[in-house]
């Protein structure tokens, strides 16, 4: 293992703390992207911008046969942040609420760590666009990235409030859920308020289609099996006109699962229930169901890697009972192509309450030693494997 001592941590927390101050958009992280390869250059890494709009790769060839990807992602959020950092988002309505810009910075710090001591084998370093639900991921997988860097193996982390600076929690199996978008829409007949019986409420029908939502969960899907199906967007009629029955009503939400079987119950299940109430109820039901992205489900031979990195570089110990989340992350679509591990590092007890997508969340510069100390080390074993 690269001694950490070796890693310019003050520099790494700037760089940091410059991103922060600096968040940009999923697919418009010109500004991030641009840093990123000017740093990689600087180190002597061959570099390729472009890659899925704003995507980075840098590459450590090293010679020999293996080959590893290690992925951080770039973008932040559409959200305004409430902290009070002397490093706080200068872009209004926008900031790193997801700790993006410390897994950039951690990144960078491995880059420089394995350049200064190169293992036998290739290293790519990938710089991901909008992970944040605009397909960063897919973009760079469909722009060939693979087919351009050829891995082995690929990792990615997510830095974890709750867990210490300098703890990490390394599972196989599945680890983030599917994130699927979907959408219904109820088309009766408008009418007056006071003459229901000359349209076709479609508002009652919405009533009996989200009190029926739930027992997707409950009733259908495999108890064993965790499943969430939230309704999370409802616009109906006119809150100036409260004697009129609106024509239609538009309902979406979110699809959650951790296998194919349960993510493919879930859009049909809720396309059942939203033409079958709609159908017993008069009214048309149009339904799309959005497949965003797919589960992240951690390769056992390459978890088994990133836990004997983890091992080697956390001194406040590895988690192996980590329960999984279910956010989603587009790292999916990188471990659909190749065998992937997918890790957390810890960020600390969170401050105020505050978790990931809060106004209030940072990333603890605290963590950087023990990320870098990580991709090193993980790069080292995956080259060697
Ligand atoms: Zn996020
Ligand atoms: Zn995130």
């Known amino acids: 293992m690269k001694d950490p001592a070796s890693i310019d941590l003050p520099r790494l927390a700037d760089i940091r703390r410059d991103l922060h101050a600096h968040p940009e958009l999923g697919f418009e992280e010109t500004r991030t992207a641009g840093i990123v390869a000017a740093f990689l250059r600087d180190i002597g890494l061959e570099v390729t911008e472009g890659i899925g709009g704003t995507g980075v790769v840098g590459a450590l ?65 990938i ?68 003459k229901p019986h000359l349209g076709r409420d479609p508002v009652t029908v919405a009533g009996h289609f989200l009190a029926a939502l739930q027992s997707i969960p409950g009733r259908v899907v495999d108890p064993l099996q965790p499943a969430v199906v939230s309704a999370c967007s409802l616009a109906a009629g006119d809150p100036k006109a409260l004697n009129v029955i609106p024509d239609f009503v538009e309902i979406g939400g979110t699809a959650r699962a951790y296998t194919p079987e349960v993510r493919d119950q879930l859009e049909t299940e809720i396309g059942r229930l939203a033409h079958g109430i709609a159908q017993a ?59 992937g591990a997918y890790v957390w590092l810890g960020n600390g007890p969170a401050r105020d309450g505050a978790l990931h997508h809060n106004t209030g969340y940072d990333f603890n510069d605290n963590a950087i030693a023990t990320g870098v100390a990580f991709w090193a080390e993980v790069a080292r074993r995956a080259l060697s494997a």
């Not at 942040?81 to 700790?99: K, R």
């Not at 960063?136 to 990615?156: H, I, N, Q, T």
């Not at 056992?300 to 836990?307: D, E, I, N």
């Not at 009972?321 to 990188?334: M, N, Q």
Request: overall charge negative.
């Open 61 to 125: 060839r090293g010679g020999g046969t293996r080959s590893v990807g290690l992925r951080a992602d770039m973008d932040a959020l559409a959200m305004p942040e409430t902290g009070t950092p002397t490093w706080a988002s200068t872009i209004p309505g926008t900031m790193h609420a997801c700790g993006h810009d410390g897994h950039t910075a951690m990144l960078l710090g491995a880059a420089a760590a394995l350049a200064a001591d190169p293992p036998m084998g290739n290293v790519f370093f």
């Open 127 to 194: 710089f991901q666009p909008a992970e944040e639900g605009r397909g960063g991921a897919r973009a760079m997988v469909e722009a060939g990235l693979f087919d351009r860097f050829p891995c082995d193996m690929v990792f990615g982390l997510h830095n974890m409030p709750g867990l210490a600076v300098d703890e990490m929690a390394v599972v196989a199996g599945p680890q983030l859920a599917s994130s699927d978008s979907w959408r219904v829409t109820l088309r009766g007949v408008g009418t007056h308020g006071a």
């Open 281 to 339: 109820m008069g009214v048309e039901a149009e339904y799309t169901f959005i497949r965003r992205i797919p589960p992240v489900v951690n390769d056992p031979a390459t978890t088994a890697v990133a836990l004997a990195a983890a091992k080697a570089v956390s001194r406040g110990g590895v988690r192996e009972d980590f329960p999984p989340s279910t956010a989603g992350d587009d790292f999916a679509f990188f471990g659909q192509e190749v065998p």
